[in-house]
């Protein structure tokens, strides 16, 4: 009876809940609560910090793909994350939430449906 009812309990248990994601681009995604700002790279100290991380290699994310760096994405963790996209698209895609990627519901939508 016990081994039966740890099994219910365990179906019961979900995974925590994954928090939203957003897309940068090229399937690259940011946690929405750790992002800080979105800058425009095109000032010469955005550009001389970008350069710098480059160097020291450790804080710099790189999600463009090899196209042209338009935004940089400072993370709370002081991580920065380069990305194609223009800040005005990352910012519209952070306003509006159906274009933020949310793990729990895709899981959700792809379940099984329950037999009646």
Not at 3 to 29: C, D, H, I, T, W
Not at 51 to 56: I, M, P, T
Not at 62 to 87: K, M, P
């Amino acid at each position: 009876m016990a081994l039966s009812n740890r099994a219910s309990m365990m179906q019961e248990e979900k995974a925590p809940a994954m928090p939203p994601l957003l897309n940068v681009g090229f399937y690259n995604f940011v946690v929405t609560g750790k992002i800080v700002a979105l800058v425009r790279v095109d000032s010469a100290p955005v550009k001389r910090l970008v350069q710098q991380l480059r160097r020291e290699g450790t804080k710099l994310i790189d999600a463009t793909q090899g196209r042209r760096t338009r935004c940089a994405i400072f993370l709370s963790s002081g991580q920065v994350v380069l990305s194609a996209l223009t800040q005005e698209t990352l910012a519209k895609r952070l306003s509006r939430p159906e274009t933020i990627f949310a793990p729990e519901a895709a899981e959700e939508e792809l379940a099984e449906p329950e037999a009646e």
